[in-house]
């Protein structure tokens, strides 16, 4: 049996329940003073406030620790506790990079713009189909271990740069693998409609067809992923090709995402809430009616800051979401051209910044409600008895610190499952 303790906690600060926050929820967080929790077999057994120690070692509070040699004890020293981040969004495994696009970028190019001319998703198309498992495997787990040294301790790895059953079922495979070989836990979606590949560029629609008979069906079999995604968005899937995809993703049992108004409002977080979609990603240009489905469908909005800071776009409206109850979640979209970060700290700070978030609302942003998000809400988002044991330990006296400094690693110490990283 093992034992951890984490002691001398000057502020533990969580979201509570495992459950999307929506509204003013999405403020409330439980903060208590001078805690401790004690850890057993990687979950969370009891967490004290107070000065007070858990029961069974309250009578050792005078020691430096624990005389059982079965308990590991963690000073925090007085420092911000949280649960660990959960990234609810990224694209973990690719080929090769796209710095080369920057030039074109200063020159005023765009994304479909670059799109049209061969870059930009086609030109990670062919590093991915090229790249040997091994040496993409290699390089998502470098990935992993500078998410996890930031503080991220679940996150979400969509595949979409194969297009092709071979291609995409080797991105899905290592992220099977990285979730059996890495602390970092992983959820797995499948986004073969993330663009048109090249042989079907003259027809999509026979594309779509071939993703509903052969490909969401193949993925389904092999266990290879739990949610659908798609890219609706000019130029890439239209609302009736996004639709017939995450119908037959449905009917299948996948969990349903979408890409929806990232540079155009043409109906795509419309068609997330109407179907029931546990989120709607990016939603840049959503309008107000986009907005009222989201909050009728229950549909967690994912947005993603650093996408439009990198693209110097505009910001989603959260405010706005907040208001109309919305759950709202912020993921790092680390991808190769759009965000080449996975940084959720600045994605904090951006939040902070950008979307006027409070400190509160910002936790329950990487924590509870991405953790619902990816159908992970009952394990981790929250620090209570029960869930897994996956803390960190900030360089920072409170959240308001946390969001206010940016462009360091305040994550001192992480916690993952009970032992320390």
Known sequence: MRKTLIKNIGLLQTPAGSHPHRGREQGDNLKLKDAAVLCEDGLIKEITSGGALPGEVE??????????????VIDAGGKLVTPGLVDGHTHLVFGGYRHNEIP????????????????????????????????????????????????VTTCEAKSGYGLSWEAEKKQLQIVKKLNEDHPVDLVSTFMGAHMVPPEYKEDPDAYVDLLCREMLPAVKETGLAEFADVFCEEGVFDVEQSRKYLEEAKKLGFGLKIHADEIEEMGGSQLAGELGAVSAEHLIAIGEKGLMSLAKGGTTAMVLPATSFYLGKGFAPVRRMIEMDIPVAMGSD???????????????????????????????????????????????????????????????????????????????????EGELM
């Open 104 to 151: 074109l970028k200063l020159k005023g190019a765009d994304y479909l713009e670059i799109l049209k001319a061969g870059g930009g998703i086609l030109q990670t198309l062919t590093r991915t189909r090229e790249g040997s498992f091994e040496e993409l495997y290699e390089k998502s787990m470098g990935f992993l271990d500078e998410m996890l040294f930031l503080g």
């Open 59 to 72: 009578k050792y509070s005078s020691g430096d620790g624990c005389p059982d040699e079965g308990y590991t």
């Open 334 to 416: 680390f991808n190769p051209g759009s965000c080449p970060s996975l940084n959720l700290q600045f994605v904090m700070n951006l939040g902070y910044l950008k979307y006027r978030m409070t400190p509160e609302e910002i936790l329950t942003a990487v924590t509870i409600n991405p953790a619902c998000a990816i159908g992970r809400g009952d394990t981790v988002g929250t620090l209570e008895p029960g869930k897994k044991a996956d803390l960190v330990i900030w360089d920072a006296p409170d959240m308001d610190m946390l969001c206010y400094r940016f462009g360091s690693n305040l994550a001192l110490e992480i916690i993952k």
